[in-house]
């Protein structure tokens, strides 16, 4: 029987302890419980396990005879382990050392993570049966957007089909079927990966809610729960379903799902499993580092995030090293890192067929035209050849509408009725938006009440809870452009003790500037929602001095918000009062 998968942080490495890191092996204590661990290194890879034999738990020491400086040597009985493997090389071809998933910040620290289980999939192994033509379909809707049939069962992925997702800085790249509420509203079970909107789409499910308010949608039990904001979102959906991580949930005699979490936001996102008689379809969605790094090898179909550009930088930022050719330089590198990551770790992990999606956005909009044109994009085909390149996985570029048949492509992928492809003369990519009715909404905030008195700033910030860390902003309201406006509002924040001062303090601190676009600004502090919106959404252009990023503030303001909304009626309520 399947248990609940649990992450527990063993040991905590600094940035300056992680920069004195040397290459090879390096031999680590925590000092709160005494117990060791350790570290390989070379370049960027890192391994990492207990200080423990897995003989009769002895210490490990260097091992002085190995001038590779990748072995160490158990105090008990002189086994030793190559630490660049994890396989122990005395006695040889014996047994493998269980590894702790490194967890990376952005601050450049790390998190020794133990898994347990850390193969849950492993649990009630069920043995691969033969698949009927038509029995198992996968039909591509649009972004991260998956229906799946698998026997008699419907199940649809991160259904982001219309509006918006960050405020209005993303919009859907494809035109999704015209069916697609009546295939949503058919689902018998609905995946929601995490609550970044374009996977949880609000302007989607109220739609959803409309039609069939029960609808069972599935979430990982994440720290911050995936629909936090459903009732202040005024969407009426009444069957959501809170799994824990590393857990078979049987659907039916056939079908089981499993959600994992990810290694390196285990706060928030989530990947899945499928399986149907014992045939396994893996879905890693926008996962970092999903599971830590250990996920199922040899399943049927893969499907994973591609494209990058999920992020404001460096787009929205300027001053120093921000020219535009060090801009362009820097997106094209990452872009050709994560594109061969990717096809690494597909070509690693073996699965039968390989499918890029969550990755077809476009800011459309056209007060975003910079960001368009900058902002560029990882090829889902290039990705497929480099997958394809000297191995024997099958690739798919799925268009929306397209099916493919798993049974016909496992059997013979040169089956002409593997892929269905969607009629000819229907759209593909969306030529129109309907800006309007989803900026309204969003600049009615602008002459919200609340931002007649300017208190609201201190009450919106004591609200958020982030002090007692160096770090003063500047925050300016703007317009479309970014050019401030003459009667908006313009203040620092001084997060060391939390003061709105009207000058820069004394002190030595680190300073940020944030321009934000003033319909989506109040918008977000209005309905106390996360900064994705504005960071994600591109709805900010930033300078820093010095040129650091600012963990601590930017995960408290982009994942660790309070659940609840700042409460504006009280607010008005004694305003109203004092003018009285």
Known sequence: MSVEQSSLVLLNISASEVNNLKEGINFLRNKSDGKSYILYKYGETMRACKNMCKHQGGLFIKDIEDLSNRSVRCTKHNWK?????????NPPD??????????????NTLSLVELKPPNPWEAEPQVPEDLAFGEVQVTYITHACMELKLGDKRMVFDPWIIGPAFARGWWLLHEPPHDW????????????SHMHSDHLSYH????????????????????????????????????????????????DKYLRFMILMDGIHPEMDTCIILE????????????????????????????????????????TFSGGKFTENWKAQF????????????????????????????????????????IKETNLKNDPDELNRLVRNNSDILTWTPKP???????????????????????????????SWDFDTYLVTINASVDNEIFLYPSWIEEYFTWAGFEGYNLVIRMIETDDDFNPLQDGFNYLVDFLDLSFPKERPSREHPYEEIRSRVGVMRYVVKNGLLWDDLYIGFQTRLQRDPDIYHHQFWNHFQIKLPLTPPDWESFLAKKRQHVQ
Request: aromatic content about 10%.
């Open 81 to 89: 382990l190559d630490v660049s493997t994890m396989k122990y090389i």
């Open 204 to 251: 989607t499910l109220k739609k959803l809610a409309e039609k069939r308010p029960g609808a069972p949608i599935y979430v990982g039990k994440t720290e911050r729960p995936v629909f936090w904001y459903l009732q202040k979102s005024g969407v009426k959906l009444t069957n959501i379903n809170i799994v824990p991580f590393g857990v078979w949930q049987q659907v």
């Open 331 to 370: 997106i094209k590198n990452e872009r050709k890192k994560l594109l061969n990551y990717k096809a690494q770790l597909v070509k690693d992990l073996k699965p039968r067929i390989f499918c890029p999606f969550a990755g077809y956005f476009i800011e459309a909009h056209p007060s975003d035209k910079y």
């Open 401 to 431: 509408g397209a099916t493919l048949d798993l049974a016909r492509m496992l059997k013979d992928p040169t089956d002409s009725k593997s892929i269905t492809e969607p009629p000819a003369g229907i759209p593909v990519f969306k030529k």
């Open 276 to 315: 149907y008689k014992g045939h396994k379809i893996l879905n890693t969605v926008d996962c970092t580092r999903p599971n830590g790094g250990r996920l199922p090898h040899n399943v049927d179909l893969m499907m994973s995030d591609f494209a990058g550009g999920a992020s404001g930088f460096p787009m």
């Open 181 to 192: 509420l009546e295939r949503l509203c058919c689902a018998d079970l609905i995946y929601i």
């Open 94 to 107: 014996s047994f493998c050392q269980e590894e702790l998933v490194i967890e990376r910040d952005e601050d």
